[in-house]
């Protein structure tokens, strides 16, 4: 979705849900693997039930952990509960510290402990400090992430860096 007006997303939500309908389970493939997480996680919010659970089936799983992350939080339960743990261990790898601090505690504790298991000390270490924070606090809130720049570098040419490449 390149546009993102409201006549075009309900337009393309319209043509998503036909696609479904249609049994055209390829075009609606189609579909999602040219939306972002967070469009996805929007088409599922906006979707019926039967619609959602044969949308949420076609997602890739390497893109489920970011979706589950924007869904909202009634939709997120039902989309965990619908899920088996190794799906939602697949689905949490690669996700950032912050978002599966978001995530972590609604998962069941089976999928927690083996999340965790899979960590690497510090990114656990990361994971712990940001669930110790009130969800909806500055600190539950704060993305983890954290940069060394040596001590020749000027702040002016670190920043330059960062915002050429965009992510760390």
């Known amino acids: 979705m390149s ?29 999602l693997n040219e939306m972002n997480s967070a469009e996805v996680a929007h088409l599922l ?25 924007h869904v909202n939080d009634n939709l997120r339960a039902q989309l965990i509960r619908k899920m088996e743990p190794h799906e939602l261990v ?13 995530l972590l505690p609604d998962m ?8 965790l298991r899979s960590m690497d000390e510090q990114n656990r270490q990361r994971l712990e400090s940001a669930l110790s924070y009130p969800e909806d606090s500055a600190g ?18 670190a920043l330059r860096y960062l915002r050429r490449h965009r992510e760390l």
Do not use: C, Y
């Open 108 to 115: 069941p504790d089976e999928v927690f402990n083996q999340v």
């Open 140 to 157: 539950g809130l704060m993305n983890m992430d954290t940069i060394t720049v040596r001590a020749d570098i000027t702040v002016d040419v």
């Open 3 to 31: 546009e993102n007006t409201a006549e075009t997303i309900v337009t393309e939500h319209q043509a998503f849900s036909e696609a479904l309908h249609s049994h055209a389970f390829g075009r609606a493939l189609q579909m």
């Open 90 to 102: 697949a689905a949490t790898s690669g996700l950032e510290t912050d978002d599966l601090a978001d």
């Open 45 to 69: 919010e906006s979707l019926p039930a039967d619609d959602r659970d044969l949308a949420w089936d076609l997602v890739r799983t390497k893109l489920e952990g970011d979706v589950l992350v």
